[in-house]
């Protein structure tokens, strides 16, 4: 899998399959993220909930497959290999937006299953239609228990998972760390319950945040492939 993904790519041939088919999923997924968000700007909250939640879901399922393959830190590893510009312009320009991106990402990842989990409290269905709830939205004790053990139980088949594959200590701990990160979100729900006490409210708020978000990671997203592959790729021979 990791040699196919390695072939010359189909949108420049300076690029990787791999690399061409991250960026392109990039654009569709925030794409559709943002016309869900406009959706939800217009009033249509049942499509905006059915959209995003596939689009959601699908990232993630797309992000944890596609990395897994490629292993964790491959877009360090391909600017370093892949980088033929000046050395000024790799530490000065190329690590920071690259640092910048993966942060990005880390964060969406974060606030994707939390935004999932909050937008079906924030909202229920009536006569066939999602809309968001009015008042005070508070948390179930019970609820977050629940959750805790279905985090626990993940990420232990996680680690069998990655044991039986064969994948580093290195490997392991960087997924307890995702998985350690979302408990800690999960966590400051109290929080963020005496800030936005209101559910409708705190709900259009942070999705407007995690919009932007998916925004900025389209950005930076570009500028990495640019920068690798199109302004300073390696030349041959």
Known sequence: MKETLAKPGFLISTS???ADL???LAVIFTGLFLFAWWQAKKGDGTRHHKLILVSMVS???YFIGYYYTRSLGVLS???KEGFGGPES???NVFIPILTIHLVLVTLGLILTPYMIIEGFRASKKVNGKWTLQTGILKANPA???RIYIWLLTIWA???VVLMAAGKSIGSMIAYFLIFLTIALVISIEKLIEKLLPEGDRRHRMLGRGTMILFALILVTSTAT??????FYPVRAG
Request: aromatic share 18%; no cysteine.
């Open 225 to 230: 492939y640019l920068l690798l592959y199109v």
């Open 77 to 79: 590893l391909e600017g």
């Open 157 to 159: 088949g996680l680690q």
């Open 16 to 18: 990787t399959l791999g």
């Open 22 to 24: 991250s960026y392109l």
């Open 59 to 61: 990232m993630v399922v």
């Open 143 to 145: 609820r977050f228990k």
């Open 89 to 91: 312009i790799y530490n």
